[in-house]
């Protein structure tokens, strides 16, 4: 899959008409073109990148003729002088430029390549003008159709991280085995602090094999696998703004929270939940008009928001701390939420958020991004919370999310349209596929056919960092992780011959 075979100069279509955006060439025979074929005009110093939108036929035979030609083509008597197939009849693209590389860098394509340009394949070292960041994001392998490319795409982290990333397909199109290729690379370095809150317990399986992992990843589940720590939450970690957008409170609800906490302190959670109140506690709520009925619904929704198995009213008072420290200090975090209600989940991680965004507030360090799937849980219309504090305005401090979706249409739009990298993946859904067209960084217009088209790991990146949205193949995770090790073996063996 990897290697182009053939002669990778070779030219194999030619510009024979159309416009900027829709440029009319001609396939030679026997080299078919791709939709989302990467394409190279070149002439002298200047390269225009071209890609492939659309395919249709071409013949220079009247229909009658081609019909006639066509039933002496069925019917078993020799056509051949009439066809001389390959120069009468051909395969016609429509491809539109999308960079234009002078001197190694890339701008927006503004000039038309000259008519009757010969075009050939892209390849590896027309794409040097990626850059390598200091502070790398792993975006896959460059994608030419459905050929990949041995070229990275590299973002930089630093760019990208804390001004979000969307990562949105249809299911099974390869969402997490992207986002544990993406992290597995992020264990290279530390300066990231990544809290991964995970629903399926799929992550911390996959990134324990990195190298680094005995330093750089911290893992946390109520019922911990070998390395992992037991997740527990204090009563005193836990404030009333974190259920927020989390926890449906109704408005007396939320107030007696406030009460509680106002009057009680961080102690506030142990007289709500506790079984008999001193005498004290019950002459503070009668002086507040606290009403029972309010009281025991409030009860019944906390108790059933705060699972046993992670609140404790002893024990774990140093957990929210512990992973707060791992994430300034770079550290990746993830969470096993596998086993618990979607609302305790939430709420776990706003806990998280709460704590490694104020922190970042208060001294902004190391980037932060916090892994959240299923994201339109918390990123809806008309419900604020932690989660959309971080998108609205998380940039300022260098929090940022990596949001996981299936469904981008349900985040409303001003929240799509602040997350400046979308990762897009394949997608039947024409509602999903436009509003990831209508929020992305370039014009996708055309693309919402190939969108629909595009297999396992083959994605789309569209990002305000980048000039041109840029088409990827992410490998399987084992793939990759398979040829990582095999290049640090490798430069092991080096280092040992030269020390
Ligand atoms: N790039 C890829 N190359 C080969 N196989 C892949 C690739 N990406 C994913 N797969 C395989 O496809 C299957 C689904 O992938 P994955 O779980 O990542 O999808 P998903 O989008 O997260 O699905 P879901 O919507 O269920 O969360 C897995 O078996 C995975 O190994
Ligand atoms: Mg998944």
């Not at 013949?59 to 008597?77: F, H």
């Not at 299911?171 to 399926?200: E, Q």
């Not at 789309?460 to 398979?482: D, G, R």
Request: hydrophobic letters at 40%.
């Amino acid at each position: 899959m990897l290697a182009d075979k053939g002669n990778a100069m070779e030219i194999i279509s030619q510009i024979i008409g159309g416009q900027h955006a829709d440029i009319l060439i001609r396939q030679k025979a026997g080299a078919p073109l791709e939709l989302g074929e990467l394409l190279v005009a070149e002439e002298g110093e200047n390269k225009i990148l071209l890609q492939v939108f659309d395919l249709v036929y071409g013949s220079q035979m009247q229909p009658e003729a081609l019909e006639w030609a066509s039933g002496l083509n069925l019917e078993n008597v020799s056509s051949e002088s009439f066809l001389d197939a390959n120069l009468r009849n051909y395969v016609l693209a429509k491809i539109k430029a999308v960079a234009h590389i002078k001197n190694g860098v890339a701008k927006t394509a503004k000039s038309l390549p000259p008519f009757f340009s010969g075009l050939r394949r892209i390849q590896d070292a027309d794409l040097a003008f990626l850059e390598n960041p200091a502070k790398p994001l792993f975006g896959g392998h460059v994608r030419s159709g459905s050929r990949m490319l041995s070229k990275e795409v590299i973002l930089d982290g630093a760019e990208v991280l804390p001004t979000h990333v969307l990562i949105a397909a249809g299911t099974g199109k390869g969402k997490s085995n992207l986002t544990y290729c993406m992290l597995y690379r992020l264990l290279d370095s530390d300066y990231a602090g990544i809290l991964v809150l995970d629903p399926h317990n799929e992550y911390y399986g996959k990134l324990k094999s990195h190298p680094n992992a005995a330093h750089n990843l911290v893992a946390y589940s109520p019922n911990p696998d070998r390395g992992a720590l037991t997740m527990a939450i204090h009563y005193e970690s836990v404030k009333p703004w974190h259920f927020s957008g989390i926890v449906p409170f109704t408005d007396a609800q939320g107030d007696a929270t406030w009460m509680y906490f106002k009057h009680f302190g961080n102690r506030w959670l142990y007289e709500i939940m506790a079984e008999k109140r001193g005498s004290k506690t019950q002459e503070w709520i009668d002086n507040r008009r606290l009403h029972e009925g309010t009281l025991a619904v409030l009860q019944r929704r906390l108790e059933l928001a705060l699972d046993k198995t992670i609140f404790k009213p002893e024990g774990g008072q140093n957990t929210v701390k512990d992973i707060s420290d791992a994430l300034d200090a770079g550290r990746k975090v993830v969470v096993d939420t596998s086993r618990l209600a979607s609302n305790t989940e939430l709420l776990i991680g706003s806990i998280l958020a709460h704590e490694a965004f104020e922190r970042s507030r208060r001294n902004p360090g190391r980037i932060k991004s916090i892994v959240i799937e299923e994201a339109p849980r918390v990123l809806r219309e008309g419900e604020s919370n932690v989660f959309s504090s971080i998108a609205r305005e998380g940039r300022k401090f260098g929090v940022g999310l990596i949001a996981i979706t299936q469904l981008a249409s349900m985040i409303p739009r001003e929240v799509l349209a602040n997350m400046n990298t979308k990762i897009i993946l394949g997608n039947e859904m024409s509602q999903e596929r436009e509003a990831l067209i209508g929020s992305a960084a370039q014009d996708l217009t055309d693309d919402s056919k190939a969108i629909a088209g595009l297999d396992k790991g083959e994605a789309i990146i569209s990002s305000v960092y980048t000039k041109l949205a840029i088409p990827v193949q992410f490998p399987k995770f084992e793939t990759m992780v398979a040829a990582d090790q095999k290049i640090s073996a490798a430069g092991a063996s080096v280092a040992k011959r030269f020390a």
